[in-house]
């Protein structure tokens, strides 16, 4: 259930640490617990064994070949900045493009905005990003929970995913799509009036070990999504894109900051 239509969804799953929306469910529910009697002979939870790398994606890269990475490439820097913290030196031309097609809704409903479940939640303000005209906005995740914490963020929020396109105008929410716990919707920019991307983390294996990044661009006039992903990286790598995402909540957050005082 989005904001615009959940009531009394509670903020119990937050955590303060950067990590925390990324791995709370994920990874530890399930595990097995240690037996009472450490002579008895436990069952080893296939989860606790280390796996190797998955196959990385084939075949050549963008590598500055590609026309909407090219055109966009200032918009789009931010997002590649932040995984490049877990994979040191990389670019948007380090990435393949899988897929162009054209994209269609999960769902489209009647969108009637709620009021923040606290006065001190920010979630929308900081994921909910406006198009240029202000006819769209741009709810990267609506499963998310955002609160102010000192000076930091505490992020949490329910352990699935969903991101949306809210027409302003038309009061209509187009859901774009959505994550169990395998993976999540963590940024979002305009690129024009009428195209946005959205970025995104899922798993590349069954136990959580590896983890891949996805970048997808849409056009709202021709309903056209062109995605592209990354190289696989270890979950340890990953949680440095992890803390590179958390400042990036943070530096939105201290810019809207004064717009929020008004």
Known sequence: MSRSIRSGVGIALALLVAIAPLACSRKQAGRGAPSENPSEHAVENPADVPRPCPPQPTGPQTAGRDSLLNRFRSELEPWAAMWAAAQPGFGLDSTWRVSR????????RPYEPLPPESEDDVTLDILGIRSPDGRYTLDVDSYQSIQPHGDDLEVG?????????????????????QFGTTGGYHWGAWLTASSFALGSWREADDYGQWLQARLAIYSIPDSSVSEYETRIVSEADYQRYAAAWHRWLLERYRSLKPRRRV
């Open 101 to 108: 097609e054209r994209w269609a809704p999960v769902d489209v």
């Open 157 to 177: 929020g329910e352990p699935d995913s969903q991101s949306s396109l809210i027409d302003e105008r038309a009061k209509r929410e187009a859901i774009l799509g």
